[in-house]
């Protein structure tokens, strides 16, 4: 194991600890539709308020660039925060200058204080040491419980870390402890099911997942760049033409790596991006001018769970369709569920990350039956393919 300071290493009480969280939570209407993220910050904040630290809390929401965006305030993520803390959480209207230091001022001990979105100043992607100590001036220590954001060397991931003493919060270390022992040398064959609509940025990623596993299942706005790049029609479907190239090398690399690509061979498709909107199921040679591909077919799904019974080990990121308009979610659940099935049987040592894979397998009902599901997205595949994140490196300097 890594060697890095616990909360069982530090005294924090009458202290003001920042504490970095990632509250970047997927909402609709206004709401937090999926609240494991909360969740899994509780133990720490508690701890924390319990041991008698004024406990900070700093996150990121969304990638509002620098800017104020009222949708990426984390004000609208403060009620379904305190009501999982089942507390009174203050709120600074600012992550630094007057406004957090009112609310930091006002705290007493074992108090729970919200500040906005880090993320609304230039500083905190550009890690730029005058943001970083405008942050630090309201700390006396930082511990680190955002793994998920770990992938990330931002101001308040690893800028923070260089300048008060740095400590790992519980859900990082249940995190590192958990990837650590599920993906080191994992059990073969191994399978990675990657999904989403991030479809440049998980590119990249795909071509390092070759060489690392048996069968790399392609789902999601992702598939459709593929489909493209193999000649097919997507009609109206999310798809980066631009990418098709890239797209090619890929399927190169994993054949030279002797690596299985699964991309769709049926899809449901739509013209509506929208729950219950009129679909059909159709060949992926057949998708029509005007059509969405909004999921995999029934003959994708039979494929997949025909390979998955031969897998020891399955990783998994991104959901198949567009699980949040039923039934577009079909080919996610029917997936998670063979999957979920096969680890209670004790055949799959099943893994899963990334903030809409999470509330993909709870919707599923299959979420807490796999071996583990880690909330983090990019960073867990950073992990994944064996990329040192600066977030875990800083807490380890
Ligand atoms: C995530 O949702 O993956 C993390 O919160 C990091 O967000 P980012 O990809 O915008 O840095
Ligand atoms: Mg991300």
Redesign the pocket.
């Known amino acids: 194991m890594t060697s890095f300071r616990t909360l069982d290493d530090v005294d924090v009480k009458g202290k003001r600890v920042l504490l970095r969280v ?1 509250l ?1 939570v997927p909402m609709e209407e206004g709401r937090v539709t999926d609240a494991t993220r909360i969740e899994r910050i509780l133990p720490t904040i508690n701890e924390l308020a319990s041991k008698g630290a004024k406990v900070i809390l700093l996150s ?1 929401f ?2 509002p660039k620098g800017q104020r965006v009222d949708e990426e305030s984390l004000r609208h993520v403060l009620p379904a925060l305190e009501h999982h803390l089942k507390r009174k959480v203050a709120f600074a209207d600012d992550c630094v200058g007057d406004a957090a230091a009112a609310v930091i001022d006002a705290m007493r001990d074992g108090d729970v204080a919200l500040l906005e979105n880090t993320r609304f100043h230039k500083g905190e992607e550009k890690n730029d040491p005058s943001f970083i100590d405008e942050v630090a001036r309201n700390g006396d220590l930082f511990v680190n419980d ?1 793994f ?2 770990a ?2 060397a931002h101001a308040t991931t690893t800028g923070l870390a260089a300048k008060l003493p740095a400590i790992a919060g519980r859900t990082m270390q249940a995190e590192l402890e958990a990837l650590e022992s599920g993906l080191t040398s994992p059990a073969r064959p191994v399978m990675a099911i990657v999904g989403g609509a991030k479809v440049s940025t998980k590119l990249e990623l795909l071509g390092n997942l070759v060489a690392k596993v048996d069968y790399l299942v392609i789902g999601g706005g992702m598939a459709n760049t593929f489909l493209a790049a193999q000649g097919k029609a997507v009609g109206k479907s999310l798809c980066e033409h631009d990418l098709a190239g890239t797209a090619r090398d890929i399927l190169e690399k994993a054949k030279a790596a002797n690596c299985t690509v699964v991309l769709p061979i049926d899809a449901t498709v739509a013209q509506k991006f929208e729950a219950h909107a009129p679909s059909h199921i159709v060949s992926v040679d057949h998708v029509g001018a005007e059509d969405m591909i909004l999921d995999v077919g029934p003959k994708t799904v039979a494929h997949v769970e025909s390979l998955l019974a031969k897998c020891k080990t399955l990783v998994w990121n991104g959901p198949f369709g567009a699980f949040e308009l039923p039934p577009f979610d079909e080919g996610t659940n029917a997936v998670a569920q063979t999957a979920a099935r096969l680890t209670v049987e004790g055949k799959l040592l099943s893994v899963a990350g ?2 809409d894979t999470v509330a993909a397998l709870n919707q599923a009902h299959a979420g807490q039956e796999f071996s583990y599901v880690s909330t ?4 867990f595949l950073e992990w994944l393919e064996g990329k040192a994140l600066p977030g875990v490196a800083a807490l380890q300097g």
């Open positions: 990632d970047n990121h969304g990638r955002a998920s954001a992938h990330r990334g903030g983090a997205g990019g960073a």
